[in-house]
């Protein structure tokens, strides 16, 4: 197959990985290992237990045993019911359902909702916590801020550290302030979700690049090339494509009819920044490998993702996120300026055909 005739094969790869990584998986009875961009327990549904991996995880149904979850977002919704222990980690984590057991969660926030109830000990540290719901037993918490609202109830004793606001009255047990608690009560959980995280993206990221470089071998060549020959252009050309088609996509949502050309518009810059954060990626690491003799474009795309999944776990984010920024403009512009030539190409071999190579044509 040619390179050529593979173009229709990148639609089929993009969808799937896509597929995989961003549409809801299913818990079910027989499996209790989830990962995904979102791990849903539908409602209505019930599942042993359940251990999760994912961008969302979100319990709507019943789980009978315990709930081991790592996400950027890890919710018990109102219909949600835990039969056991929650343990959790994540960027936010809300309880507004029933968790039966004990609960241990290190993220940025910690939310009870009003209609949330935990029956065991709560074990948090977090930025923020925030409980409005019921606590049946006893809490040890370490935040920055810890807010008691008005519907709040604590059975127990409540220990904490940091900035206690609120409604302390709804603690039926003792208020102990306890500065060994830290904000780092349950962190440990923290790093080793970045770690997952890291890994899943990475995994993820090798099986699109892999299928880009199979399929299609001298187009990612030749994004290389562009990046290596013309570095300031493509980045210009990225930068333009980077601003140009969000502003584009606005104005079309605007309009009523041009809503669902901006929401299909968006899918195909989500990919589009994808495929050229892989791309830019693989062309630096090309780059810096070619400087010392090495010319293997598996190594490249191998070394360009580990050392991008190596940027997001920086102490400094900041660094990461502008490096890491810089690459997707270069991956950016070489990948348009690649698919317009190829484009320009393919029009004026159709040309060609219809008038005839000898034939003038007019421009």
Do not use: C, K
């Amino acid at each position: 197959m040619s390179e050529n005739d593979s173009l229709s094969w990148l639609v089929v790869v993009l969808v799937a990985l896509v597929a995989v990584g961003t549409v809801p998986a299913t818990g079910a009875a027989q499996t209790d290992a989830q990962t995904g961009g979102t791990v849903v327990v539908e409602e209505g549904e019930t599942v042993d237990s359940l251990e999760a991996f994912g961008g969302s995880v979100i319990v709507r149904g019943t789980v009978d045993g315990d709930v081991s979850a790592v996400g950027g977002d890890v919710r018990i919704e109102r219909t949600g019911e835990v039969g056991g222990n929650l343990e959790a980690a994540g960027g936010s984590v809300t309880i507004a359902g029933t968790v039966a057991g004990d609960v241990d969660v290190g993220a940025g926030s910690f939310t009870v909702t009003e209609a949330g109830t935990v029956g065991g000990t709560v074990t948090a540290g977090a930025g923020t916590v925030t409980i409005d719901g019921t606590l049946e037993g006893n809490a040890e918490i370490g935040a920055e801020t810890i807010r008691l609202g008005e519907t709040a109830s604590i059975a127990g004793d409540l220990r904490y550290d940091g900035n206690l606001e609120g409604n302390t009255d709804a603690v039926a047990g003792d208020v102990q302030e306890d500065a060994s608690l830290g904000v780092d009560v349950a962190p440990t959980i923290q790093p080793v979700a970045s770690w997952l995280f890291a890994v899943y993206a990475l995994a993820v990221n090798l099986l699109l690049g892999a299928a880009l470089l199979a399929l299609f071998p001298r187009f990612s060549d030749g994004v290389a090339d562009r990046v290596a020959s013309g570095p300031l252009r493509s980045g210009l050309v990225g930068l333009g494509v980077f601003v140009g088609i969000p502003v584009l996509l606005v104005a079309l949502a605007i309009t009523v009819v041009g809503i669902p050309l901006s929401l299909i518009g968006g899918f195909v810059f989500a990919l589009l920044l994808w495929v050229g954060i892989i791309y830019g990626r693989f062309a630096v690491a090309a780059w810096l490998l070619s400087l010392v003799g090495l010319g293997n474009r598996w190594l490249a795309l191998v070394v360009g993702l580990v050392a991008g999944a190596a940027l997001s776990l920086l102490p400094v984010p900041i660094v990461g996120e502008a490096i890491d920024l810089l690459v997707l403009l270069l991956g950016l512009g070489a990948l348009v300026r690649g698919l317009f030539g190829h484009w320009r190409a393919a029009r004026n071999r159709d040309r060609e055909r219809r008038v005839g190579p000898d034939e003038p044509t007019a421009d």
